[in-house]
């Protein structure tokens, strides 16, 4: 996750019950930003802005209706 001035790294994904069932590790980084300085905010502000304008990038919408096997059982993902 990446804010205006902080970034989480870490290893567990957002859903349901991931933070109580499921042991992980975490940091959060906070930077002053310097002059003529990148900050560690700032380069992952950059990877995540190049990923979510990617061409390879899909919209939630033209996800609809794909199968999706979660917690044992079929869904539609809607």
Do not use: P
Not at 14 to 29: Q, T
Not at 33 to 54: L, P
């Amino acid at each position: 996750m990446v804010t205006d001035t902080s970034v989480y790294l870490g290893n567990l994904n957002w859903v349901g019950d991931e933070f109580v069932y499921n042991a992980g590790v975490g940091m959060v980084i906070s930077q002053q930003v310097e002059q003529n300085n990148s900050t560690v905010v700032e380069r992952m502000k950059t990877v995540f802005e190049r990923d979510w304008h990617s061409h390879y990038s899909k919209t939630l919408q033209e996800q609809l209706g794909v199968q999706c096997f979660a917690q044992g059982h079929f869904s539609h993902g809607y």
